[in-house]
């Protein structure tokens, strides 16, 4: 069969039941795929640069939280009231845990934490709090803002939905 | 038999489709959400709004709230009952402070297995800019109670901001 047939034919197949199942288990599939495994988000806010762009594009890998718990330094998703706004933080301490912050250095159980993905830094000073029991602390990136309009803190580990691809 | 057939088929697509337009727009759900919208909307603020719009805009909020409602805002430290009177003045307040905002409500997870009462997990996100030219873009989890007046309408009677990182 000529070249130009050919590929109408792949572009445009004839319509038929088995077609009809294909494109429905394909569908099917890709809803499974992008809803339950890897749910795909783009970043809106700066929280998380310059790890994370305002605007960039990735996934929610999901199944990494049904084998093991956040660790420090770990970025992850959080869930809010659902799965179409969520927050993308780093854990910095994981429970039981003190975190504190002083004069903008980030102090885990008195010992201060190297952090090289933080690249803007504000004078922070935070007093010391313990990290509950199934919790974990997480801060974003940029903490080029005050303290008091950067979301961040300790959050049940049950809402940790995953973590991004890459 | 070939009009006949079209005309039952005819019937029962009117019979299903009249169920699915009630389901959709109707059901308490939809009534709920619809509700939201209209307070999204009534909160949301245009740079050229004037203060006789500011104030007909207040009256309708306070009108979607019950004769007393519950306001909890722990990461504040704000747990109070307000009157519906005396609403208007904070949320005045608090609009007049931005030069334009947008308020949408996203996720919703919707309990009505008690009657008369919707418990409701929503996802709040507000956007604007203050008078001092400063961008907000901030994000909460509410968790919401309403409550079905005698009017069958839903009026808000309690809002909490769910603290989900506790500082």
């Known amino acids: 069969m000529p070249v130009y047939p050919r590929i109408k034919k792949f572009i445009f197949p004839d319509f038929s039941v088995k077609l009809l199942i294909r494109v429905s288990l394909v569908g ?7 809803s339950y495994v890897l749910i795909p988000f783009s970043v809106k806010g700066l929280s998380m640069e310059p790890t994370y762009a305002d ?6 890998f999901r199944p990494v939280t049904l084998f093991s718990k956040p660790e420090k330094q770990d970025v992850v998703v959080i869930r809010l009231a659902g799965k179409k706004i969520m927050l993308l933080k780093r854990v910095v301490a994981t429970e039981n845990e003190i975190v504190e912050f002083r004069n903008g250095r980030l102090f885990v159980n008195g010992n201060m934490l190297l952090e090289p993905y933080v690249r803007y830094s504000s004078g922070w000073n935070l007093p010391p709090r313990q990290v509950k029991k199934n919790h974990v602390y997480v801060i ?4 080029g803002v005050s303290i008091e309009k950067h979301q961040f803190g300790q959050t049940p580990v049950n809402r940790i939905v995953g973590t991004p691809l890459w | 038999m070939v009009k006949k057939n079209a005309v039952i088929a005819a019937g029962l697509s009117a019979i299903i489709g009249f169920f699915v337009v009630y389901y959709v727009f109707y059901n308490e759900e939809a009534k709920v959400k619809r509700r939201f919208k209209e307070l999204s909307e009534r909160i949301s603020k245009e740079p050229d ?7 007909a805009t207040i009256n309708k909020i306070t009108r979607m709230i019950q004769e007393t409602i ?6 504040r430290s704000i747990s109070k009952t307000f009157a519906r009177k005396e609403l208007a003045a904070p949320i005045y307040n608090v609009r007049s402070h931005y030069s334009n905002m947008a308020l949408r409500f996203v996720d919703f997870g919707i309990d009505l297995s008690q009657e008369g009462t919707a418990a409701v997990h929503v996802t709040g996100n507000l956007k604007g800019k203050l008078l001092s030219g400063e961008s907000v873009d ?12 005698k009017n069958d309408e ?10 989900v990182l506790e500082k």
């Open chain 1, 55 to 60: 605007g960039s594009f990735n996934f929610c």
């Open chain 2, 154 to 163: 839903w009026l808000f009677s309690s809002i909490e901001i769910v603290e």
């Open chain 1, 28 to 34: 099917i599939a890709a809803f499974l795929l992008f």
């Open chain 2, 70 to 75: 519950q306001v909890d805002i722990p990461s």
């Open chain 2, 138 to 149: 901030e994000t909460h989890e509410l968790y919401c109670l309403l409550k079905k007046d």
């Open chain 2, 49 to 55: 709004e004037t203060k006789l719009i500011a104030a």
């Open chain 1, 140 to 143: 974003g990136d940029n903490r």
